[in-house]
């Protein structure tokens, strides 16, 4: 404070400067909030639904190779890791079990 009372220019700047920075802090929360909410929404509204024709894809398991088939249309999508899984030589066979599905 100066000798009038007042806050000198320096100080006054100074919690102009920290009023910024709170409502800076409080803007990022509130779009990292609506990012979460909007990819929680999107998760909801898209689980396990077909990405190419939106229909409910049915998860079918065999010989551990976890797989989710569209019924519908005939789309086969597998997770992260599963088709290094179907790689392996002792999941041989998987795949051509999986297209006689579709016969
Ligand atoms: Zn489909």
Not at 10 to 20: C, H, L, T
Not at 35 to 52: A, G, V, Y
Request: proline letters at 3%.
């Amino acid at each position: 404070m100066s000798e009038s009372g007042k806050p000198t220019q320096s100080e006054e700047e100074y919690f102009v400067r920290e009023d910024a920075e709170k409502k800076r802090k409080i803007a990022l929360q509130l779009k990292k909030e609506t990012q979460t909410n909007e990819q929680q929404r999107l998760r909801d509204l898209h689980w396990m639904r077909c990405p190419k024709c939106g229909m409910q894809m049915q998860e079918v398991k065999l010989r551990g190779v976890d797989v989710d088939v569209c019924f519908a249309c005939n789309g086969v999508f597998l997770d992260k890791g599963e088709l290094e899984h179907l790689q392996k030589p002792e999941h041989k066979g998987v795949m051509s079990a999986i297209l006689n599905w579709f016969k």
